[in-house]
Every structure is written in C-alpha cells, then in structure tokens.
C-alpha cells in the first residue's frame, strides 16, 4: 500500500490541476479504470469485481482465479481470523492480476431467502454481517488492495433493483441495514459502493445517507463509487455525496458537470471534495509511482494469460493456498442432522459407496452474476470422495436424473477449434464485408469480451462439436442484435433481438439465449457457427450452447437406486441451478429443481445409510428433512469444495459451520418473504424484525434456526456468567462455562443473544449482540468469554435521531442458536448515549489482527 496524504499535500495537487482535469477523474475512462492525471503523476486506479474471487480487468476464461467458498459460507464459519486469511488470499489475487481496488464485501442482508443474490451476501443478522465483513475487509486492506463496501443500502433484493424504491423507518435503516457500513467504515474500508435502487423515495447514488451518516457522522474519508451505471442523472447525483461515477468514458458526469460548474449550478468547491477523495484512495493504492506488484515481486498490470497443452489454464493455486480453500469449505460446512452418529463415515469399514445426483459431478463452486470468476482448478465431489477412499472402498457414481434441458455454453470436453483441432472454440473478429480481423482460440461458448479490433463488425463464434448421443438436440445463441446461428453452413435461426434491459448482468453477463431444435448424430462431429452484429454494444455476451436431447427421467433414477442399494453408504448431493440463483433475479421457489426431492426419496428407501449433501448458497425447502439420517450443507464450497467435503464426510475435520440465515420448513412459513415491489415500491412493513427475529416475533418454528449446526460431538452448557449491572456505552464481558460431552475433540460457537425493551412497546425479541468460539477434548470444561459492545444494548430513537440506552433491565441469553438458549441472566442497564463509532464492532473484531497469521495459511 501507498502513503496517506495530508490535507495540505492534496491541496497542492488540486492546484495542479484545472477544471477539465478534476472533473475527468470523476468519470472511469473505461469498464474498470480510472484515468490517469500526467499533471500530478497519477496513474489509472483498477477496479475488480471479487467477493469470492478476483476476475480482474478481462471476461475471460484463460484469466483464471483462485475461487474461495461463496460468502455465505465464510459467514457459516462464525471464524474471523479465517476469514482475514481468505481476505489475505484475495489481495494476493488482486495485486498478482494488478487490481487496486477490489469490489467486496457485499454488506447487504438476508431480508427474504427469495433473494437472488442471497449467497453473495453474509448473513440475516447485522452483527454477524458486519463482523465478518470487517474481517474480510482487514485481511484484503492488510495485502495493500483497497476493500470496497458494497451496496449502500437496502440492496436486498434483485426484482427491480435498479428502480425499486425501499421504504424502511429511520429505527430499522439504523439498527439493521445501515450497521454492517458503519462496522466497515469503523474496520477502515476505503471505498463505499452505492447502490442502484432507491431509499424513501431517494436514489442511493443521489441521497442524503451519503453524506449522513456515511461521511458527516462515521467519519468515512474515501470515496463513494456508483454501482455500474448507478449514476443516471447531472446535478442530484453531483450534489450528493457520490464521488466517482463508474463505468466510463461515457456518463452524465463525463457530459455536463464542466457545463454545470460554469453556468453556476454546481459549485466548484463540490467538485474539489470529491476529487480529494479520489486522491486519497490512489495515495493508499500507491498510484503515484509503480504498478502494484505480486507477491514475487514481478510488476503485473497486463491481464494474466495462462495455457497448457489443450489451451487450458494449468492450475497453478499452491498448498498454502489450497489449503486455506479446503480448511474453509470445512469450516463453513453446516451438519444439519445426524441420526444415530452415521458422520463421519469411517473409509476403513467401508467396501463401497455410491455417489449419486448431477451435483456431485458438475457442482456449483460460485454463484451466478457480476461474481462470477473462471476458476483455477475444480474438485467436484464425485473427485473428493473417490479420492478419499482410494485403496479401501469402490465408488460407483449415477447421476440419478437426466442431463438439464437448459443449454450450456460449450466447453472444451465437447467441442474443438475448426483450425487448429485444438479442445474449445475459434473466435474472429470480421469487417463489414465479413473478411477476418482477428482470430483467436478460447475455452467456452461464452465469449464476454472479445478483442477490440478497430474495424470490427462481427463476432464470431465457431466450433466442431461433439454430442454424445442420438437425438434432437437444443441448441442456443445469446446476445443482443443481429444474431445468426449455422449448423453444418445450414443457418437455422436468424434475427435481430433488440437490448430489452438497462441491468448490467442481464445485458453484459447473462443475455436470454434463443433456441432451436435440430437432430444430432452421437459421436459424430458437426460444426456450428454464430455471428453476432457488434452493433449490438460492445462489451456484451456471445453465447453458443447446447442441451441434449429429453433423457428418461424414470430410468436414471432407477439406476440411481440400484447403485444405492448395491453399497453400504449412498451420498447424494442436490441443489440449485443458475437457473434458479443468480444475480438479476429473484427466485420464484425454496424448492430444490425438479426431480431432485423425488430422487432423494428413491434413494433413502433403497439405503437407509443416506448422506444428504446440499449444494446451494441459500436456502432451500427440504420436505424430506426429518426422514433423511445425515444432511450436510455445503453451500457454493469454491474449488477445492469436493476435497474439504471429503474431509468433513470421513472425519478428517469437523464440519465447523453454523447457520447465517434461518432455514424455513415450508414456504409459507416464512415471516418476511416478499421481494417483489408493488407500483416501483417495497415496503420494509416488518420493521428491524428480519430473519430468526421475525421467527420469534411471530412464534413461529422454522426447519433450522440461525445459528444452528451440529458439529461431531456434544456440549452441554453449564453457566453463564455476566455483571449485575452495566453502564450504558460501556463494552462488558460474559463467561460462558460448558463441557465437551461427546466422544471426540471439538468447535462450539457460543452465540449471547440480549432481550430488552422494544421501543413499540410489544415483547422482547432477542437479537444477537457477540460470540465466542471455543475448542476443547472429550470431557473438557472450556470458558468462552463473550465480549460485548458497549452500543449493543442501546436503541436507535425516531424522535431525538440518536442511539439512547436504558435505563433498565435487560436479559441475556447464551446458547448455540437462536432458537436453543439454555442459559440467562438479567442485567441492569444505566442510561447513556453511545456515538462512538469503535462501539458498533465487539472489541474481539475491532482487535483483529492486521495481517492474517501464517499458521491459517497452511
């Protein structure tokens, strides 16, 4: 990392510069950078999307990144010294692909689990949330990259998002979306990402929270960058707190704020503020001077570029770093339930194991959207468990349903390069009369930023493919304008699809895909080609995939349980499809995609001894939950996802996680569902009565509290220990004795909750306020000491704007969830105001260490 500047040191450069100058820094000079100012010796400052991997600058597969578990899963841990490791790792991403500035955390809450972006996001509860993003927060700013806290605020939802308007009180925006900012801003972010949507009728890039409380009364002294094309308008956006409009060269910004500042509309002193901003963050990121360097000291501002013998990118993650990624896939895993012990399997009693469902052969290791990354290397399931029980089991594996109907972007396992016969696809680049600018061989059917050729038309993508069986096969295009697709020279679909969205993902990542049918030849090769009009934008998805043709239903799972019935243990492992979570969109169902229920079911009844293992980042319904004897939550586990399951399926670690988020039984059982507006309008009605809250609120019993998880052993909770009395603003501490009861070493998560007067006058309803890990061997009594804010008994009031505490009696309780507190005292509070920022985080998080240690590198 760079140097702080001065008050007066930013002065002098702001006369350097003149208007045209200043204002020019404002606006990106293209998607991901900003321009460089010769004037002052500035280079360009690099963004990049992240939050559970580094893309860098290029939508390209050959740009490979480490792929850590999604950040419901890094919240699952309840382990913030793991998490500042995998922060760590994300900055040594970042500066190896010469990044500056990377867009993660994602602070936004689990208000409705029909959110679509639920897995980029950490948890239902505001302290968990805000812990364990200033956690990821230091480990990435301790590696020299600038974190960015993202997105400021109420983003909870995807229906509309650009639009929405979210009406909430001034008590719940202070009390649950606004504190996981404010834990960040007290962790020391360096940037602050506004959001697209709207907040009492505000939009966030234009609104007063900007300015309070974000910068008059937290003290943030960064900028505040637009979400990508969040700045919409001139003089409501420039006389707000927004202080950099992304992506560029294009923007209102760019066009008129010269024009506003001469014509009197916008006074120069506004323009002056945000570029100090701007210069403080390049300070830091050592924009004067050098590129940032790797870890080995090679300057790296060119996009990273790998290949092997088949043009794929040869993993390249070493130990260290593999062995964080397997540790925290364990450390996040959720057992869920564990009848009579059957986890961990023991490889040594075992002859023989079925592994059933799509999922354990093609899992999901990340979510689907702007954080999406091309991964360094992917060990499915199916890989960690054969692996695991090399030498003493046999694996047998049936997928149990048939290949999606949805089609996929090809890939190199079934397509070839028509020029050089090598596994992929050729793309060129064509003029106008269709003659060939550029060529190049890529990996995938997804092509998101070809290479800019002056000249250029045409896209063009072509590919011998490979199906694997008889039949009539679907096959699809995605873009925007003039699109063709050619089977054999034969075109079989042919039009122009005008751009429907103003959303990001949907026009840039994820554009609808057109189809048709068409009979295919298994085993015999056929060429297909798409040409997409570049006058569809630039910068936008050229997508050819393909689907097979129906499979029979009936039949795999027929298979699927005779392999089942064949073997002494039977893992199945289901979950979501891009389909149904992913950036963009909300979800329309808790429900697991077709079939999968139906297949567990089979499977149960033809082998009692049945692992449930869950792929998704959100929750799902489960109605065979009570019949099942394991069920494992693995979530979107990152690369290394099959290894750290195969850790946790045989015993080699525990599974360390504990629920971020209320799992519901049943849909309609769900407080707080609704994530669709009415009339551009979503009302926050449920007040700061979100997630397991709303459940105890409303008497409610969901599947599996927040907080639950099982871990291999038991605990008894024994005492708890806390003060008579308290003075309000005062941070305090709470002993928590209990014992390991069960047969082997273990983790438990003491979780002490505060239940107080509610200022609408209705009953208690406990909310987190801190937690405490603690480790110990069969027998052992161990003492979890929980350290409490000073702030978390205090209330945020409506009529004097201000958090006040007390006076009066509160009750804590402690237990390992939120739905299982076995002990209680009562604590008597005195009255006091708490404004100090250090007090929104417990001491345990506001004493994180800078670095993350080595050890949680190995």
């Known amino acids: ?47 990049s999307d992240g939050p559970a991997g580094v893309r860098g600058t290029a939508w390209d597969e050959r740009d490979t990144a480490l792929v850590l578990p999604s950040p419901t899963a890094l919240a699952a841990a309840w382990d913030e010294e793991l998490v500042c490791a995998a922060g760590g790792l994300l900055a040594a991403e970042a500066r190896r692909k010469g990044v500056d500035v990377l867009l993660a955390p994602t602070l936004n809450l689990h208000r409705s689990p029909l959110g679509g972006r639920h897995f980029e996001c950490f948890s239902e509860d505001p302290l968990l949330t805000g812990r364990t993003g200033a956690a990821l927060i230091r480990g990435i700013q301790a590696g020299g990259v600038a974190a960015t806290a993202k997105h400021f605020v109420a983003n909870d939802a995807e229906t509309d998002r650009l639009t929405v308007d979210v009406r909430v009180d001034e008590r719940t925006l202070r009390e649950v979306y606004l504190a996981p900012f404010e834990a960040a801003v007290g962790a020391g972010v360096r940037v602050v990402m506004s959001a697209y949507n709207r907040v009492n009728g505000h939009t966030m890039s234009a609104g007063p929270l900007l300015e309070r409380p974000l910068k008059d009364e937290w003290g943030f002294e960064g900028p505040v960058v637009s979400d990508w094309g969040a700045v919409r308008s001139l003089l409501e956006t420039a006389r707000s707190g927004q202080d950099l409009a992304m992506p560029g060269p294009a923007s209102p910004w760019a066009d008129g704020l010269c024009a506003a500042v ?71 895993a959720v057992l869920l339930r564990n009848e009579g012990s059957l986890l961990p399997l023991d490889p040594a009693r075992l002859r023989s194991v079925a592994v ?118 679907t096959l699809a295009v995605g873009g925007w304008g003039p699109l063709s697709l050619a089977v054999a020279g034969r075109t079989v679909l042919c039009g122009t699809f005008p751009v429907d969205s103003d959303d990001p993902a949907r026009v840039h990542v994820a554009p609808p895909l057109r189809l048709v049918s068409t009979p295919l030849t298994g085993g015999r090769e056929v060429e297909l080609t798409v040409r997409r009009g570049l006058g569809g934008g630039t910068g936008v998805a050229t997508v050819l995939a393909a689907a097979p043709p129906p499979g029979d239903a009936v039949a795999e799972r027929e298979r699927a349980v005779a392999a089942a019935r064949d073997a002494e243990v039977a893992v199945v492992v289901v979950g979501t499809t891009p ?17 999968q229920d139906a297949l567990v079911r089979a499977v149960m009844g033809a082998n009692a001894r049945t692992v449930v293992v869950l792929n998704a980042g959100a929750p799902v319904t489960l109605p065979w939950r009570h019949e099942v004897r394991a069920l494992l939550l693995a979530w979107f586990p990152g690369q290394e996802g099959g290894a750290g399951l195969a850790d946790v399926l045989f015993g080699r670690a525990e599974p360390g996680g504990r629920l971020p988020t ?89 979780q002490l909750y505060l239940a107080g007067p509610e200022p609408d006058g209705g009953p208690p309803v406990p909310r987190l306020v801190g937690h405490a890990a603690v480790s110990s061997d069969p027998g052992e009594r161990a003492v979890a000491v ?69 050890s949680a590198l190995h």
């Open 1 to 47: 990392m760079g140097a702080e500047l001065t008050g007066a040191e930013i002065g002098r450069l702001l006369e350097k510069l003149d208007l045209r100058q200043k204002v020019r820094l404002l606006t990106g000079a293209d998607t991901w950078r900003t321009y460089a100012e010769p004037a002052v010796a500035l280079r360009a400052v690099t963004f």
């Open 262 to 332: 001469a014509a009197g509309a916008l006074p120069v002193e506004v323009i002056d503020e945000k570029v100090r901003r701007l210069l403080r963050l390049a300070a830091w990121t050592g924009a004067w001077g050098d590129p940032p360097r790797d870890p080995s000291g090679t300057a790296s501002r060119a996009p990273h570029r790998t290949g092997g013998p088949d043009g794929a990118p040869p993993a390249r993650a070493g130990r260290g770093e593999r062995g964080l990624l397997r540790r925290a896939v364990a450390a996040g």
């Open 356 to 473: 059933i469902g799509p999922h354990a052969k093609d899992p999901r290791i990340q979510g689907g959207g702007s954080a999406e990354v091309f991964p360094d290397g992917l060990v499915t399931p199916l890989e960690g468990i054969t692996a695991a029980l090399a030498g003493t089991a046999r694996t047998v594996y049936a997928p149990g349903l048939p290949p999606s109907a949805v089609p996929r972007p090809l890939t190199r396992a079934d397509s070839r390069d028509p020029r050089g016969g090598e596994p992929g696809v050729l793309v060129r680049l064509l003029d106008a009369a269709g003659d060939e600018l550029h060529a190049e061989h890529r990996l995938s059917g997804r092509i998101v930023e070809p290479a800019e050729v002056p000249g250029a038309h045409t896209v063009e993508i072509r590919a011998l493919f490979r199906p694997d069986r008889d039949g009539p096969w």
């Open 579 to 595: 389909e149904s979570e992913s950036e963009g969109r909300d979800r329309r169902t808790l429900a697991l995609p077709e079939g």
């Open 662 to 750: 209320t799992w519901p039984g049943a849909e309609g059982d769900v407080p707080v569902l609704r994530t669709r507006p009415a009339d551009g309008v979503l009302p926050y009605s449920e007040g700061p009565f979100i997630g397991y809250r709303a459940w105890l609120r409303a008497g409610a019993r969901p599947a599996y509290w927040f907080g639950h998880g099982l871990g291999y052993t038991t605990w008894s909770y024994e005492s708890l220990e806390a003060p008579a009395e308290v003075a309000g603003g005062e941070p305090f501490e709470v002993r928590v004795v209990l014992r390991n009861t069960g047969a082997r070493r273990g983790r438990e998560v003491v």
């Open 786 to 854: 929980v350290r409490v804010a000073g702030r978390a008994p205090a209330r945020w009031s409506t009529r004097e704007h201000r958090w006040v505490t007390g006076p009066g009696e509160v009750t804590l309780l402690c237990g390992r969830s939120a739905g299982d507190l076995p002990l209680r005292a009562v604590t008597s509070v005195s009255p006091a105001l708490s404004s100090d920022l250090s007090s929104v985080l417990s001491p345990a998080a506001r004493d994180m260490p800078e670095t993350p240690p080595e």
